[in-house]
């Protein structure tokens, strides 16, 4: 099993970013995805899950309305879209299945 994660992103404030975890290794449609986002000096934190099997989703109240998840079954990829970025949201981002298998974790800075 296998989760890759998109490169580190750069965004001003007020900015949207999308992160991408490609699944591999097992069938994509079988298990949620986690996204979890640690910021500096600070634990984990869920965003909440992703069904890949049918666009399910599951967002955590802090992010509602500013986040959305995508899953594309045909690359077996799953997404994360956070808008209207603020500093707050520097964090490390990742995608983990049952918290078994990690993504090795996106950067995201925000900073004008």
């Known amino acids: 099993v296998q989760l890759v994660q998109s490169g580190a992103e750069l965004r001003n404030p007020g900015a949207p970013v999308k992160v991408s975890c490609k699944a591999s290794?097992?069938?994509?449609?079988?298990?949620?995805i986690d996204w979890v986002r640690q910021a500096p000096g600070q634990g984990l934190e869920w965003m909440g899950r992703?069904?890949?099997?049918?666009?399910?989703?599951d967002y955590a109240q802090k992010f509602q309305g500013r986040v959305t998840f995508s899953a594309d079954t045909s690359t077996s990829t799953v997404y994360v879209e956070l808008i209207s970025l603020t500093s707050e949201d520097t964090a490390v981002y990742y995608c983990?299945?049952?918290?078994?298998?990690w993504g090795q974790g996106t950067q995201v800075t925000v900073s004008s």
């Open positions: 983990a299945r049952n918290y078994v298998y």
């Open positions: 290794g097992y069938t994509f449609t079988s298990y949620y």
């Open positions: 992703i069904d890949p099997e049918d666009g399910g989703t």
